[in-house]
C-alpha cells in the first residue's frame, strides 16, 4: 500500500510564498502522474497542478503563472511552490498520486491534507 504525506502548509501574508511537499511511502512500481488539489470551505475540491513522470504539467487557469509543480522521481515526491498567494488560496491541499503496483494494476492514492492559509 502506498502512503502520501503533505507538509509545507501554514500561515502567511497576501504576496508571500509557499511550498508543499508531498512523499509517497510504501511498495510501488512506478508513478504515473502525480497533481494536487485544493478543497476550500464550503466548495467542492478542485484540481490546482498535475505532474506526468515525463514532467509534462497543467495547471488550472487560477494559478497559472504563480504556482509551479515539479517531482523528484528518485525520491517519490511532488512538490508546489507557490507565489503571490491571496486569500483566494486558503484551502486544504491534498496530493495525490496514480501509481502502479508490481503487477501492473492501477490504483490512486490521496494524501490527507495541509492547511494553507493566506491572511493579514
Known amino acids: 500500500q502506498v502512503q502520501l504525506m503533505e507538509s509545507g502548509g501554514g500561515l502567511v501574508q497576501p504576496g508571500g510564498s509557499l511550498r508543499l511537499s508531498c512523499a509517497a511511502s510504501g511498495i510501488m512500481f512506478s508513478i504515473n502522474t502525480m497533481g494536487w488539489y485544493r478543497q476550500a470551505p464550503g466548495k467542492e475540491r478542485e484540481l490546482v497542478a498535475t505532474?506526468?513522470?515525463?514532467?509534462?504539467?497543467d495547471y488550472a487557469d487560477s494559478v497559472k503563472g504563480r504556482f509551479t509543480i515539479s517531482r523528484d522521481n528518485a525520491k517519490n515526491t511532488v512538490y508546489l511552490q507557490m507565489n503571490t498567494l491571496n486569500p483566494g488560496d486558503t484551502a486544504v491541499y491534498y496530493c495525490n498520486a496514480d501509481y502502479r503496483n508490481r503487477f501492473g494494476i492501477n490504483h490512486i492514492a490521496w494524501g490527507q491534507g495541509t492547511q494553507v492559509t493566506v491572511s493579514s
Open positions: 505532474i506526468t513522470r515525463g514532467g509534462n504539467t
